[in-house]
């Protein structure tokens, strides 16, 4: 039996090239690791390495979901326990889906920042 749990929202903060991707993709890994179903995304026009993949600039990489807006995710929600996002920055839709979700589900509880 699975235990609901209360979710959360952990911001990974830096400038450029301080390595938050290849965290955001270790924190996936551990989640992956543990047995969680986790979606990842990508803002769709970031094709510097590749279509379908969240790759960092030491090559680390995991499967991700290429989206223009975060509207596109709402039909996943109730399929994964953890959604990773790469550059929350360039969605336009970012603080008005977030407040959705929490009127939606609750899931986050605090914020953590790293």
């Known amino acids: ?3 609901k749990m209360e979710g959360c929202v952990q911001l990974i903060i830096g400038p450029m090239f301080s390595g938050k991707s290849t965290e955001l993709i270790r924190r ?3 989640y992956q690791h543990a047995k969680l179903k986790c979606l990842v995304v990508k803002y769709l026009f ?6 379908e993949m969240l790759v960092t600039h030491d090559k680390t990489l995991v499967m991700a979901m290429p989206v223009q807006t975060l509207a596109e995710v709402r039909p996943f929600l109730e399929k994964v326990d953890v ?8 969605y336009p839709d970012m603080q008005q889906i977030w407040a959705r979700w929490w009127s939606l589900r609750h899931w986050m ?3 953590s920042e790293t």
């Open 28 to 30: 996936i890994h551990r």
């Open 109 to 111: 509880r605090h914020l």
């Open 83 to 90: 959604i990773g996002i790469d550059e929350g920055q360039f």
């Open 46 to 51: 970031d094709t510097r390495h590749s279509d």
């Open 1 to 3: 039996m699975r235990m």
